[in-house]
T-cell receptor
Framework: DQQVKQNSPSLSVQEGRISILNCDYT??????FLWYKKYPAEGPTFLIS?????DKNEDGRFTVFLNKSAKHLSLHIVPSQPGDSAVYFC??????????FGQGTRLTINP | KAGVTQTPRYLIKTRGQQVTLSCSPI?????VSWYQQTPGQGLQFLFE???????NKGNFPGRFSGRQFSNSRSEMNVSTLELGDSALYLC?????????????FGSGTQLSVL
């Protein structure tokens, strides 16, 4: 049972444009959401998070939006840069329980 | 401050063998989690340890086991290896086992079972 789903395995965006990565979840009890970025041969690194009491969190070029009624999470990267090319994972948890990850989306930024 | 260290980086085993993977968390971190990453499946949770006690467990068979030592270092063991166990095994640490804790990952151990 995949509680966190990233339905787009890959996404290609032109440098300077906006990248939008999407994530859907089924467990309405999730109260904390995170995005991780992973380069080849490295472990995932934390990017940005959002609590369920908020609907938006911004950190520089990265903004995460949470739509609880739709059980939908998105990550916006503006402007996209070549160094943003990586695999992005969304993750969610209930309280102090395990972090549940999506399958990942491979983002490619084209010059 | 050193990050999460996993050893070895690469491992090749044959079916039926057993393997032990090691993880040293960030200094001061007391919680260690293990994940399995395979193509198309994302990161699948194996287990989490806090202060030497297993606090959470994923849906993996009993061939997968782990432990945590008093210095917070953790080991994961897989017995009777199967071809499907080939994956990247990631260890992550956090300061506590809290609701808003962020996980810090190591680079992983790439296990190939032949």
């Amino acid at each position: 049972d995949q509680q966190v789903k990233q339905n787009s395995p890959s996404l290609s965006v032109q440098e300077g444009r906006i990248s939008i990565l999407n994530c859907d979840y089924t467990n309405s009890m999730f109260d904390y959401f995170l995005w991780y970025k992973k380069y080849p041969a490295e472990g995932p690194t934390f990017l940005i998070s959002i609590s369920s009491i908020k609907d938006k969190n911004e950190d520089g070029r990265f903004t995460v939006f949470l739509n609880k009624s739709a059980k939908h999470l998105s990550l916006h990267i503006v402007p996209s840069q070549p160094g943003d090319s990586a695999v992005y994972f969304c993750a969610a948890r209930v309280g102090a329980q395990k972090l549940v990850f999506g399958q990942g989306t491979r983002l490619t930024i084209n010059p | 401050k050193a990050g999460v260290t996993q050893t070895p980086r690469y491992l090749i085993k044959t079916r039926g063998q057993q393997v032990t993977l090691s993880c040293s968390p960030i200094s001061g971190h007391r919680s260690v989690s293990w994940y399995q990453q395979t193509p198309g499946q994302g990161l699948q949770f194996l287990f989490e340890y806090f202060s030497e006690t297993q606090r959470n467990k994923g849906n993996f068979p009993g061939r997968f086991s782990g432990r945590q030592f008093s210095n917070s270092r953790s080991e994961m063991n897989v017995s009777t290896l199967e071809l499907g166990d080939s994956a990247l095994y990631l260890c992550a640490s956090s300061l506590y086992q809290g609701a808003n804790e962020k996980l810090f990952f190591g680079s992983g151990t790439q296990l190939s079972v032949l």
